[in-house]
T-cell receptor, first 118, second 109 residues
């Protein structure tokens, strides 16, 4: 099956620093990738949609200047949390949309990145 | 996207079949039913999807009612590793996946 990787799997940083998270589709090309955030005991919340070579589309309430997304190739998207603060501590998950199979497209998710801001 | 409703939690004995229901009474004709699961501290794992026919793969079976207003995910022989939150999502091609609270399945020894 399709595999999506994320790096790092966890990161601890000091308040005010920036953190970059990479998301790669390993065995397929993804024109569209997605970034989600999940707080403890809650479901996944979509943050933004990124299309290769164009600007990301952010969901309402997500600060685009704080969460910088770059989708420079068909297999790589990055999320940079700028000037991170403790309230940004969360589980960040990326996903990549596969091509069409039987009239449907499917998203495959990465393993997630646990961010802790001290 | 059609709203789906799932039980909050379910238990299943190890080795028995786990049947997870999902209601999607407002589903439209071009919306597929997808199932994902999320094991603690991991990203969601794709399980299966279908439109109107029953589907089976190496992980599970998906049974969709004839009127498409509900579906059931079947794990034929549940193991402890199947303990997870299971999400049922109805969406059409190209639409975003919207995750609800899902069903927390506990497989008991």
């Amino acid at each position: 099956g399709a595999v999506v990787s994320q790096h790092p799997s966890w990161v601890i940083c000091k308040s005010g620093t920036s953190v970059k998270i990479e998301c790669r589709s390993l065995d397929f090309q993804a024109t569209t990738m997605f970034w989600y955030r999940q707080f403890p005991k809650q479901s996944l919340m979509l943050m933004a949609t990124s299309n290769e070579g164009s600007k990301a589309t952010y969901e309402q309430g997500v600060e685009k200047d704080k969460f910088l997304i770059n989708h420079a190739s068909l297999t790589l998207s990055t999320l940079t949390v700028t000037s991170a603060h403790p309230e940004d501590s969360s589980f960040y998950i990326c996903s990549a949309r596969s091509g069409t199979s039987g009239g449907a497209d499917t998203q495959y998710f990465g393993p997630g990145t646990r961010l802790t801001v001290l | 996207d059609a709203k789906t409703t799932q039980p909050t939690s379910m238990d299943c004995a190890e080795g028995r079949a786990a049947n997870l229901p999902c209601n999607h009474s407002t589903i439209s004709g071009n919306e597929y039913v997808y199932w994902y699961r999320q094991i603690h501290s991991q990203g969601p794992q794709y399980i299966i999807h279908g439109l109107k026919n029953n589907e089976t793969n190496e992980m599970a079976s998906l049974i969709i009612t004839e009127d498409r207003k509900s579906s059931t995910l079947i794990l034929p022989h549940a193991t402890l590793r199947d303990t997870a939150v299971y999400y049922c999502i109805a969406r059409s091609y190209g639409q975003n996946f919207v995750f609800g609270p899902g069903t927390r399945l506990s497989v008991l020894p």
